[in-house]
């Protein structure tokens, strides 16, 4: 893949050019790059705009860029960049620019181009640049630091094989830095030929690295090290090498594995020369190598040559890629490595290592066999290939289920987690890993203890395609490189290290390719470790860089060492450096002393530069002689000693050693204050700033060299104060801290806090506090107490007292007595009677539940204040979401929500030492049918498999079949089944007598199906759908068939719901199972729905009977083209071969709607279409259709000729000057004409001088900035006409710009330049020029120029005859100027400036004497005018002038010029820096280690500056040392100070020192408080604490001598000063010696456990239990392992079947399953000595009613439900209705559940009100179920009917429910059943059939339900309507009126519907309809022409019509 693609890359640098001031400059750059780069230039980081003097121009990749007219302010610096999409790159070109001579500038014409002169590499203009001239002030400040540095680092490269490559890059330094190419650590000339790459430098800091004729083995890591005497400094870039583009897609790789450059990749991609033949292999040659299966297997080749040989590794003949188990690279000796990971079997093979050069090539083999292990899975795990964020699972099989395993991600064990999880399921073993990312890529195995591996490889695809590798390790100073490839380009990714963001610098490589994003890290160094992190988008991968030192030897001892004595007090010590010591490591010198007579060396000072050190006595502890001796330290290790010779005396200032500490005393207390100095000394004591003396508040002492300070009875106002002890050369002070006195309580016996009281007696509560004017508050339990009635609260002196005169129980709790500082509490117990439980039934403790009901336990105590606790088979019953415990007064409650199987068990209430026990018993529910909820009715044909199947709640229910009450057995037609859950009946093959009644009985529950099996129905095969859709034209024949299934079956025709009966033109016909129905000629009358209709099925015919299609024609001979000129008219004319048919126009395929324009008429046959007034938008193709036929016509509308208007009054002749705007202008006949313009007969295109305009219909050409060449003739084209216009451009006349027309006057000086100039208003305008109007001629001293538009006349050495009138004349115009020369006056120095030299703040003069007086003078300081101000004065005194500078700073010097009209004079100003002095020395400081300590002193001077050092050491600020300065103050701030910090410290000036002695004392830890001995019991908890005089002080702990580690029994912890051990859970092995240790200090303890005796904390009690109840007797231990024995009656009890004896933590139980009588007797327990013992009595259970049956009185179709509880669960019952037993059907259930029994009876009916009873053995309950039936209602109405007279009529109702009495009517007459009238009732549906209906049927009936009555209209048509009158075409005149007449065969019940033009006619004013007897007539008072049309007369099924004209 093209990793660096085409990245932009120098192909020629520029080269520096000079040119001179004014003329041109052209800058050139060669850049290559594909794509093609943008190129831009830049000047001091800004773009260069092309644009003015700017000319940017490319020729192939040459890129240049020219200035015109350059000044040296062009001088400088530029940068070609070009960058494309795959990188970038830089070019500096100089531009260096000389200044004219003057001579030069005055005579040579500015048209003549100077040469542009290319300055050669090798040379340099030295007149640029002269070694006395300052660099430019930006540049100097640029270039401060000489140590090297990268201007333009190298860029990173991507070519291809074959091509060169060239890095370069730009360096300052000073001196110029020297610069060493590596190419991946290693030198160049190492690993390539020298003519390989060459390395080159040019002028301007540009060096260069090519390699010629890139091979793949040239990629990798460059690095450039810079180096001079001042530094070095790296960077880095890398080279990719990519085959040749032909080869480029077999390519598979991009120079990096696993994240980590590798330059060996893709050898066997790149072409081999043509002369290097592969050898031949003998394979049976090659060695062997044997690996285990799972082991790592790794193959080193070691191959040399020039150039830099290939290698390819191939298995079996086909090349090696990397991947997951395949690593390829070279390591740090050479070797050429492959490492295959995690052998498989389908590793073996042989491995070639084939290495080649252009010289020639070699081969090395080895075969590798993979040995199976002896174990193996029996199922291995399988590669797998996941999507990021998914989740993976890796599952393999082990040989036995008891084998474990450990899974690893390739060395990595993994644990579970939540990222993890682990399965483990039989001989599987499942790894689940979640959210799945790419570094979850990689190898997995599972391994068995034997070492049996099972290896699978997990891909995870995503965002990144490669992953980081999961380690790289380097060593330091090498390259660290990591690839990534992601799935995208242009994606938006970071790069981070250890959570912080990495940004590119020189030695950070950071590049981004497309798809591939490399990371390089360049020299790297122990610091550069962590973990490196590529991300993007939400995908990320990780590696761990491990940098590992290299090993150095330790450093060599310095040599040369001296002593130089001559000091006072002190010595300096000398050395050098050993010749040989390494310098690319930080070393340092200790330095050591040893005071003679000790052996003992101790550290005096280090230093890392300085090669001499001074040593003061302030160094050493004690006066005495010192010796002192060096050594060399590096991170590798110290070198030898070197001691210096001599011995010097050195003697040590005072110095405290122990310092004064701050107190904090109470007020009254005394207050001590120590210090202990080193010497004897007299000292001084302050209390802030007042000396102290002897007397009665201060005692002051001395012992030798200690001090003490004792403040007696200390007053709370001296808070805050300040001691303050001085003594010779010590100063040291402390804070007093006065606390205000502390009210305490003084303790009290531990029987005075906890009192013990009976109800009625009295409480008395006292305490004693500290101070008698105290105040205290009491509380209880919280809330304060107040003196009231029976409460007294009392203070007598220090005492205080609360006595309650008569206690109750609600004076039980915590008092509390309070103070501002101590709190004193008293427990207060007022004991009653003991508490007891108020018996419970014994039913009440036997409770018996279904799983899922609600458990209630309940018991009641004789005191409501007692507390209760709930225990369920000895374990503690604590509140959650299942339970509930509940305390209301006496009663307490424990409640189960839902009571689960594992609920059943003993619970018990504790009050006190009473209990009281509840056995609950939990059972499952009864067996209930889950599906079908209700009864189920099924209808099935003979012969039909019939399945009836029902689900249970529980798959081992039982369930019966049942069929009429009689239990079904299988047979060899009914099976009887079950699958889980469900239960099925199957019935093979039904017949009849398989109708019934079938119960699947499950004894809770029951579901009944009412099964009814009847004979096959008569259906209609065939048309098979329902409905059939028939459509035919008018006269056509029509036959509808069908085929039903029995051959002698009756069908049924009806048409539109009338039957149908055989006719002249309707015959019915029966064909063996066919039925036909045939029409022989149709009409559209005969449209209609008509029904087959067998007994069981029928099928519909949509019959559509429709007219003959419309056809259109033309009414005139036309071809159907339409042409006309706009405005005339267009018809459109045709005939349809129907009156009535309907058409629709069409243009261009949208309708046409009538409007103004447009006129749409029918008139009977013939169709138009009118287009009044058309235009051009009115052409195209119209249509007329008919939707049966479509007739074209195409009209084409035409414009009218094109004229050009009042031609006659156009101007065609146009005069223009130069430069002036012209427009052509007509007017055309029509606006959207269109015109073309021609010139001298070529026509004109638009530009941006020629503009065509149009408005309307005006046309017009535009010419702008006119031309000569535009004269000519302009021809206007529009098509029918044309017109010519004769255009003249001329010339202006010549102008003179800016002449104002008046004289212009200027005075010179004689020997000046006269130079006159003008601006004519064209560049080839003549003038000529005039002197006193006499023409002038170009001489030795006149010039006559001519630029462009500019006129120049130039005289040089002006003299007074020169005077006069000078006019330049231009034709028309002129220029008048006069010129008056005068003498000039000559201005000189008499006496110039001078030099001065002042000091800092003083006043500098500067004086000059200039000649005349009146002189102009100006004064400069730097190039810049002098303004006169306080600091700046100037004076002037006849010729003296005088600059005086007041305050003199620094910043001053300066070049000091006075000029005078031209005439300058220049001084320098030197100012000297004033000297910083001290005013004040430092005096020794005393601190203590891990303290702070603050040096201070003050200068002369605010603004002087001091630095700080130590040893010759300066010190800068950082975390421990602060600079502090404060006006003339200057401090040095230490902060956690050790002992090496204690020296002297000097404090410089430039022209002074300081210097102060810090003595550190260490400190000094003591032991506040020790450890004390402990005694305790088992499972106690120890805690042991020691209080040092220190905080922050690491201390050890250790038992018996072994130190303590911190788990979940030692707790090691430090607070401060305050160190604590706490031991928990002891035991007895805990016993020992604890010790703690820190710093010197111990301290130790003894630790006693002993065994805590057994006792019986819960004895047992007296149970009594129903027979057949579990029974659990229980006592609990203080420990757990101790033995016991059971006795009932005294005889040993042992565990059997129905007995268990068991122990439970410190519980001992014994359990009887299911208790008899016989079980009765006294249980002892047996503990040793101590026992404890209960009497269990077991009694009978007797049933009885609980919960009695509830009368029930409901309304009809509402569910009844009955419930009866009994007192024992699980007992039969039945239930009886009027003494008959109840059955379970669809509508009555059963259920019981525990004690409860429950009836449900749905949708009650009057029928089921009566005497309901349940019976249960010996008991049973009665109560009584009353239903209210619901008032009758009609459900659905009759409906109105017309029937066929002698057919049957059936009118229905339907009623709301059965049980009703209905009556029918006709009219007022009640109906009865008759052999006509029938009359049926079928539950709540009611029918009413006539048979053979008479039209005398005809009439209202009605049916009378209740207070309901429904009524309907029968009507009966004797026979079918026939016309025996038709109706007649009327033609009448407007507006008479019209009649219509006809006659049918019988009278109409209902009236005809009479139409006009299909639109229904209702009567009215103008509209009448008659009727007499058999003759209908409709009259149509008025008519008018639009009513002309067909008038139609509807009667049922006949019609008649006739056509109305109307004239």
């Excluded at 006395?132 to 400040?141: D, F, L, T, V, W």
């Excluded at 002006?1358 to 006056?1385: F, H, N």
Aim: aromatic fraction near 6%; charged fraction near 25%.
């Amino acid at each position: 893949m093209d990793v660096f693609g085409g990245a932009p890359r120098v192909l020629g640098y520029p080269r520096p050019v000079l040119v001179k001031s004014g003329s041109d400059a052209l800058l050139k750059c060669q850049i290559g790059g594909d794509p093609q780069p943008d190129v831009v230039w830049e000047r001091k980081n800004i773009p260069i705009v092309p644009d003015g003097r700017y000319c940017i121009a490319q020729d192939g990749k040459v890129y240049t860029l020219s200035i015109s007219g350059v000044t040296l302010e062009d001088a400088g610096q530029y940068i070609c960049r070009a960058k494309n999409s795959i990188g970038e790159t830089y070019a500096a070109a100089t531009l260096k620019v000389e200044e004219q001579a003057r001579e030069d500038q005055l005579t040579q014409p500015s048209e003549v181009h100077q040469d542009v002169k290319v300055v050669p590499p090798q040379h340099e203009v030295r007149s640029l640049h002269q070694p006395n001239q300052p660099r430019p002030e930006k540049e100097a400040g640029l270039f401060q630091d000489n140590r090297p540095r990268f201007l333009i680092k190298p860029l990173s490269l991507r070519v291809d094989r074959g091509e060169d490559a060239a890095f370069s890059c730009k360096l300052w330094g000073d001196p110029l830095p020297e610069v060493v190419w590596e190419k991946d650590g290693k030198q160049l000339k190492e690993i390539y030929e020298s003519a390989h790459f060459h390395i080159g430098q040019q002028d301007g800091g540009w060096f260069q690295l090519k390699i010629f004729r890139t091979r793949a083995p040239d990629g990798g890591v460059y690095t450039c090290k810079a180096a001079n005497k001042h530094g070095n400094v790296v960077a880095g870039a890398v080279l990719l090498v990519q085959p040749v583009p032909e080869q480029r897609g077999e390519s598979h790789q991009n120079g990096y594995t696993n994240g980590h450059w590798s330059p060996h990749q893709n050898k066997d991609k790149y072409p081999r020369t043509k002369h290097c033949k592969e050898p031949q292999l003998n394979a049976a040659k090659a060695k062997k190598f044997t690996v285990t299966e799972g082991k790592h297997a790794k193959f080193r080749c070691c191959v040399t040559g020039k150039p830099k040989p290939e290698i390819v590794w191939k298995k079996d003949g086909e090349p090696l890629m990397p991947g997951r188990r395949h690593l390829l690279f070279e390591d740090r000796e050479g070797y050429y490595t492959l490492k295959v990971l995690y052998c498989k079997q389908q590793d073996n093979g042989l491995y070639i290592c084939a290495a080649s050069n252009a010289l020639g090539n070699t081969l090395s083999a080895v075969h590798l066999s993979v040995k199976g292990l002896p174990v193996r899975f029996k199922r291995a795990l399988q590669d797998m290939e996941v999507r990021e964020r998914d989740v993976a699972v890796l599952e393999c099989e082990v040989p036995e289920e008891s084998i474990p395993t450990a899974w690893y991600l390739e060395d990595q064990r993994l644990q579970p987690g939540s990222k993890y999880d682990m399965e483990q399921k039989g001989t599987r073993r499942r790894l689940t890993i979640r959210d799945v990312g790419a570094d979850d890529d990689g190898v997995y195995l599972c391994e068995m203890p034997d070492g049996g591996k099972s290896i699978a490889e997990l891909a995870v695809k995503g965002t990144i395609v490669k992953k980081l590798p999961r380690r790289l390790e380097v060593l330091e100073g090498e390259n660290a490189a990591f690839c990534v490839e992601v799935d995208e380009e242009e994606m938006e990714v970071f790069w981070f290290k250890d959570g912080l963001q990495l940004m590119e610098t020189h030695q950070t490589i950071i590049k981004s390719f497309g798809k591939t994003h490399i990371l390089v890290f360049v020299n790297t160094s122990y610091q550069d470790s962590g973990t490196v992190t590529f991300m993007a988008g939400r995908s990320k991968t990780s590696s761990k860089l491990r940098v590992k030192a290299i090993r150095h030897c330790p450093p060599i001892c310095p040599v040369e060492v001296q002593m130089n004595t001559d000091c006072p007090n002190g010595a300096i010590l000398s050395w050098l450096p050993s010749p040989n010591l390494q310098n690319s490591t930080k070393s340092v010198y200790m330095l050591e002393f040893q005071e003679m007579g000790s052996q003992e060396w101790q550290r005096c000072l280090t230093t890392e530069t300085e090669t001499s050190a001074e040593v003061l006595g302030d160094s050493v502890p004690c006066e005495g002689d010192y010796r002192f001796r060096i050594c060399c330290i590096n991170k590798y290790g110290r070198s030898g000693h070197v001691e210096f010779p001599n011995v010097v005396h050195l003697v040590p200032g005072p110095k405290i050693k122990t310092s004064l500490k701050n107190a904090v005393v109470t007020e009254g207390e005394d207050a001590v204050f120590s210090i202990e100095l080193s010497a004897s000394m007299i000292g001084t004591w302050f209390l802030n700033s007042t000396q102290l003396h002897n007397s009665e508040c201060f005692s002051i002492s001395q012992s030798k060299n200690l001090h003490t300070l004792r403040f007696h009875h200390v007053l709370n106002v001296y808070d805050g104060a300040e001691i303050t002890f001085i003594a010779t050369g010590v100063r040291d002070s402390a804070v007093l801290q006065v606390q205000a006195a502390v009210v305490k309580f003084i303790p009290l016996a531990e029987a005075d806090k906890n009192k013990r009281v009976e109800a009625g007696n009295p409480i008395v509560l006292y305490c004693e506090v500290s101070h008698p004017a105290a105040d205290v508050r009491w509380f209880k339990d919280g809330q304060e107490l107040h003196q009231e009635e029976g409460l007294n609260i009392q203070a007598d002196g220090n005492m205080r007292r609360i006595v309650i005169q008569s206690s109750e129980y609600f004076h039980s709790g915590v008092y509390t007595c309070q103070s501002n500082d101590d709190v004193l509490n008293f427990n207060v117990n007022v004991e009653g009677p003991p508490v007891s439980f108020k018996e419970i039934p014994a039913e009440e403790r036997q409770k018996s539940t279904m799983e899922l009901d609600p458990v209630v336990l309940h018991c009641e105590l004789s005191r409501p204040d007692c507390t209760t606790q709930w225990f369920k088979d000895g374990v503690k019953v604590l509140q959650s979401d299942s339970v509930t415990i509940q305390t209301e007064g006496t009663m307490r409650r424990l409640i189960i929500r839902s009571a689960q199987l594992s609920d059943a068990g003993t619970y018990t209430c504790q009050a006190g030492d009473n209990t009281t026990s509840f056995t609950v018993n939990v059972k499952e529910p009864p067996v209930t049918i889950v599906d079908p909820k209700d009864d189920v009715c099924l209808e099935r044909f003979v012969s039909e498999e019939i399945i009836l199947n029902c689900e249970l709640s529980r798959s081992n229910g039982e369930a019966c079949w049942f069929k009429d009450g009689l239990k079904v057995h299988e047979n060899e037609n009914i099976r009887l089944s079950a699958e889980g859950p469900y239960r099925r009946l199957t019935i093979l093959c039904a017949s009849r007598r398989d109708s019934g009644e079938y119960v699947c009985d499950t004894g809770g529950d029951s579901v009944f199906f009412q099964l009814n099996v009847t004979e096959t129905p008569v259906r209609i095969i065939s048309p098979s759908e329902s409905e059939v859709e028939i459509c035919l034209l008018a006269s056509e024949r029509l036959m509808l068939s069908c085929e039903i299934s029995k051959a002698e079956a009756e069908v049924c025709w009806y048409c539109d719901g009338m039957e149908v009966e055989q006719s002249n033109d309707l015959t019915l016909e029966e064909d063996g199972v066919h039925r036909r129905l045939i029409i022989s000629h149709t009409t559209i009358d005969d449209s209609a729905e008509y029904v087959c209709e067998t007994a069981d099925d029928s099928v519909t015919f949509w019959v559509k009977i429709e007219e003959p299609p419309v056809k259109l024609s033309c009414s005139k001979k036309t071809d159907g083209i339409i042409q006309t000129l706009a405005g005339e008219a267009v018809v459109l004319e045709l005939e349809v071969s129907r009156e009535n048919a309907e058409v629709c126009w069409m243009k261009n395929g949208v309708k046409v709607e009538e409007s103004n324009n447009i006129t749409i008429t029918m008139d009977r046959l013939v169709r138009k279409l009118i287009i009044h007034s058309p235009k051009l938008a009115d052409s195209g193709l119209y249509t007329c259709n008919a939707i049966d036929d479509t007739m074209d016509f195409q009209v084409k509308i035409c414009e009218s000729p094109l004229k050009i208007l009042k031609k006659d009054e156009i101007k065609t002749d146009c005069k223009a000057l130069l430069s002036d705007d012209i427009v052509l202008e007509c007017e055309l006949s029509r606006p959207n004409g269109e015109v073309k313009w021609y010139k001298d007969g070529d026509r004109i295109e638009e530009n941006e001088r020629f503009c065509f305009e149009e408005e309307g219909a005006f046309r017009s050409l535009v010419i702008l900035c006119a031309e000569l060449e535009d004269s000519g003739e302009y021809f206007l084209d529009a098509k029918d006409d044309n017109i010519s216009f004769n255009v003249t451009v001329q010339e202006p006349p010549v102008k003179i710009m800016g002449n104002s027309m008046q004289p212009d006057v200027q005075e010179m000086v004689s020997g000046d330049d006269l130079i006159l100039a003008c601006e004519v208003s064209r560049a080839n305008a003549l003038v000529q020029w005039l002197f006193n109007e006499k023409p002038l001629l170009p001489d030795s001293r006149t010039y006559i120029e001519s630029y462009g538009t500019l006129r120049k006349l130039i005289i040089s050495n002006i003299q007074p005859s020169d005077s006069g009138k000078y006019m330049c004349d231009a034709d028309d115009d002129k220029m008048l100027t006069v010129i008056k020369v005068q003498v000039p006056r000559v201005v000189e120095f008499l006496t110039e400036l001078h030099n001065t030299t002042v000091m800092e703040g003083e006043e500098a003069t500067f004086k000059c004497v200039v000649s005349p007086d009146d002189v102009q003078m100006v004064w400069f300081m730097d190039g810049e005018i002098i303004k006169p101000s306080e600091r700046f004065v100037i004076e002037q005194n006849g010729l003296c002038h005088m600059l005086i500078i007041r305050n003199v700073q620094l910043l001053d010097s300066s070049r000091i010029t006075a000029e005078a009209e031209g005439v300058i004079s220049k001084a320098s100003l030197k100012v000297q820096e004033a000297q910083v002095l001290f005013n004040k020395k430092m005096e020794a400081v005393m601190a203590e280690e891990f303290g702070e300590a603050t040096l201070e002193t003050e200068v002369s001077l605010e603004s002087g500056e001091v630095q700080w050092m130590r040893q010759g050491v300066v010190i800068q600020a950082g975390p421990r040392h602060t600079l502090i300065q404060s006006g003339c103050k200057r401090g040095l701030k230490i902060t956690n100070l050790s002992l090496s910090d204690r020296g002297t410290y000097r404090c410089e000036t430039l022209h002074d020192r300081t210097q102060v002695k810090l003595n550190v004392e260490p400190r000094k830890i003591t032991l506040r408080k020790g450890l004390m001995d402990i005694e305790t019991f088992e499972r106690e908890t120890a805690s042991f604490e020691v209080e040092l005089s220190h905080a922050d002080v690491e201390g050890v702990w250790q038992k018996d001598g072994l130190r303590v580690k911190p788990n979940n029994t030692f707790r090691v912890s430090a607070n401060g000063c305050i160190h604590g051990l706490t031991l928990t859970n002891l035991t007895l092995e805990d016993t020992g010696t604890i010790t703690f240790s820190a710093e010197g200090l111990r301290t130790s303890a003894r630790l006693t456990v002993k065994e805590t005796p057994v006792a019986i904390i819960k004895k047992l009690s007296d149970v009594r239990f129903e027979e057949g109840s579990p029974v659990m007797l229980e006592c609990e231990l203080s420990r757990q392992n101790v033995e016991v024995k059971w006795l009932k009656n005294g005889l040993e009890l042992k565990s059997d079947k129905g007995l268990r004896v068991y122990s439970m933590g410190r519980k001992r139980c014994v359990q009887i399953m299911q208790s008899t009588v016989s079980d009765s007797g006294v249980y002892t327990c047996e503990i040793g000595d101590l026992c404890t013992s209960c009497k269990l009595e077991i009694y009978e259970r007797e049933l009885e009613i609980v919960t009695e049956l509830e009368d029930l009185y409901i309304k009809e179709d509402q569910n009844a439900v009955f419930m009866c509880e009994v007192s024992m669960e699980d007992m039969p019952g039945d239930w009886y209705k009027n003494d008959h037993r109840i059955r379970p059907s669809s509508t009555i259930k059963t259920r019981r559940e525990g004690t409860k029994h429950f009836l449900l009876i749905c949708n009650v009916t009057a029928e089921d009100a009566g005497e309901i009873k349940f019976v249960s053995k010996q008991v049973e309950s009665v109560a009584y179920l009353e239903v209210q039936e619901l008032p009758v209602s009609i459900v659905r109405p009759l409906r109105d009917r017309t029937a066929l007279e002698k057919h049957r009529v059936i009118l229905e109702c339907t009623v709301s429910t059965p049980r009703c009495e209905v009556s029918w009517y006709k009219g007022d007459e009640e109906l009865e059943s008759s052999e006509r009238i029938e009359i049926i009732t079928e539950g709540c549906y009611h029918k009413l059939v006539i048979h053979q209906v008479a039209v005398e049927d005809e009439g209202t009936y009605s049916i009378e339900v209740g207070e309901h009555t429904s009524t309907a209209k029968l009507l009966v048509e004797a026979q079918s309507i026939k016309f025996t009158k038709e109706l007649e075409d009327v033609e009448v005149n407007a507006p008479e009126a019209v009649r219509f007449q006809c006659e049918v065969s019988v009278p109409l019940i209902k009236p005809p519907v009479w139409t006009l033009n299909s639109e229904t006619l209702q009567p009215g004013p103008d509209i009448r309809m008659e009727s007499k007897g058999t003759v209908y007539s409709l009259i149509l008072k008025t008519t008018s022409v639009d009513m002309d049309g067909t008038v139609q007369v509807t009667m049922g099924k006949a019609k008649s019509s006739a056509t109305l004209r109307v004239l």
